[in-house]
């Protein structure tokens, strides 16, 4: 755990998002440090994907304060200099798979807004953009079109194009959601090396509690809008805890979380036996 | 600009200004396209289009240069349409389509308008090639100048909101600026090429030569010159069959681009190669 002393890159206050007059976040409070790793967890519909939302200023909160690497990111000029510094995974890739873009040239988008309005990319910028196709295992597909990659493949670009921006923050939407069951067990393994790839804070949001990795060291579960509890990652995978949370799941899914799911992603590294 | 040309060539020279349109006006169109193309806004680009017609006639009504009033019609359809689809209250489509019929709305009660200039009028929707003025081939000139320049500077904030706009949005570029830039530019483009081409076939300039080079490039840097080396042979091709055969100018070419696109996708890589389509084991 990291030190108290630690400053917060993301600070919620009492954070509440209100779409089509129904509550998604209520009164959510959270600070999460500098370098930190934290999986948040909870049922479809519980908010966790507003909450990235919130973070890095896409979606407006209806009360409450939100600072994110000091900056207010509902406020159009400081939201994007925020993003500037924040990498987003998102859980569906969504483009036009005819768009003539290599996987490269993709990747080296990341970097556009830190580059700035107008100016071209340098041979530094480039440079990065391909440490981080290595790092994530995509140097092979950067002369593939994007429109011609696997789900499993896309996500993985998406975390080479996040992790090329050198974010100060990562997030994380439902990474494994979306992909075979092969391409998951991949993801997963990518996911426990992040901590090793980036400095950055890295927020994981997930359905699935066991797909986060040893390296997450705080779990925060959501529900119904509302933050539950937060803690330690292996007091919170708690069998009870984890019952309570997805008690409206139906009682096949409880039992898949309850026995660490997983028959499509094994273990992650370190899951709790 | 005329006594540029021998006296012998002076009947010729309205082929020499088409021919020049044809360069400047086809290249505009057709690199516009793959932006239009790529973005899947096709029938947004039938709006300018229409928009740019109906401008270019409240011009003739006002007394001001058609361009200039196509050039103001395009961008408020540009300013209307953007934020009315991105807002979500309707769906972009019934956007694109609301103000559509508004501006054919508008083309109509101005034609009404304008007994006087009902030729002109009928000219801008089926456009002439072979009549372009100097000036306009001047103003064509500047805008495919202003384009290069414009593409060149934030190519890659506009292939960032072409290819993914919600990736552009999360990295910190202004991708709402950027998309509203990139709907003016396109209305401008409609705009300056209503006299030579017309409002109603300047849309197939735009998406055809695009659509077809789309179908051979795997990148937006070789695309765009491969849709402006097609765009001005559709034009200077439709040209040369047009005066050799007495077709009417505008629809021969926009009927070439149509067979330029057509074996495009039989012979495209696209359909052949199966690495484009089958993930690499």
Known sequence: ?273 | MTTLIPESLMPYAYLARAALAGLFGGGLCAVAGVYIVTMRLSFLGVCLSHGAFAGALFGLLAGVHPVTGAILFSLLTAAGVGPLADRGEVGPDTAIGILFSLMMGLAFLFLGLLPAHREEALGLLWGNILTVSWAEVGILLAAAVGAMVVITLFFKEIQSVACHREVARATGIPDTVVFYGILCLLGVVMSVTLPSIGGLLVFSLVVNPAAAALQWCRRFRTALPAAAVLGVGCCWAGLALSWRFSLPAGATIVLVSTVVFAVSLVLSPRRRNTQWTVPAA
């Open chain 1, 1 to 273: 755990m990291r030190s108290s002393t630690a400053t917060p890159v993301i600070q919620l206050d009492g954070v509440v998002v209100v779409r089509d007059g129904r509550s998604v976040l209520r009164d959510v409070s959270v600070d999460i440090l500098t370098g930190e790793f934290v999986g948040v967890i909870g049922p479809n519909g519980a908010g966790k994907s507003t909450l990235l939302g919130v973070i890095c200023g896409l979606v407006c909160p209806a009360a409450g304060r939100v600072r994110v690497l000091g900056l207010n990111p509902a406020d159009w000029r400081e939201g994007i200099q925020a993003r500037r510094r924040i990498g987003l995974v998102a859980q569906i890739q969504r483009f036009n798979p005819q768009a003539p873009i290599l996987v490269g040239e993709s990747v080296l988008l990341g970097r556009a807004g830190l580059r700035g309005l107008g100016r071209r990319f340098s041979r530094s910028d480039r440079e990065v953009a391909r440490r981080a196709m290595a790092d994530t295992g995509v140097e092979k597909l950067a002369e593939r079109p994007l429109g011609t990659l696997s789900g499993g493949e896309l996500q993985r670009v998406a975390i080479a194009r996040a992790l090329a921006q050198e974010p100060e923050i990562l997030l994380l939407d439902e990474p494994t959601a979306s992909v075979d069951p092969a391409a998951r067990q991949d993801l997963v393994n990518l996911l426990a090396r992040l901590p090793r790839l980036t400095g950055a804070a890295i927020v994981c949001v997930t359905h699935d509690p066991w797909m986060l990795p040893a390296a997450c060291e705080r779990v925060l579960m959501l529900k119904h809008g509302r933050l539950l509890r937060g803690g330690p990652r292996a007091r919170m995978l708690a069998a009870e805890l984890l019952e309570e949370l997805y008690a409206e799941e139906g009682s096949s899914f409880v039992l898949s979380v309850m026995s660490g799911a997983s028959d499509c992603y094994g273990r992650s590294e370190g899951s709790p036996s």
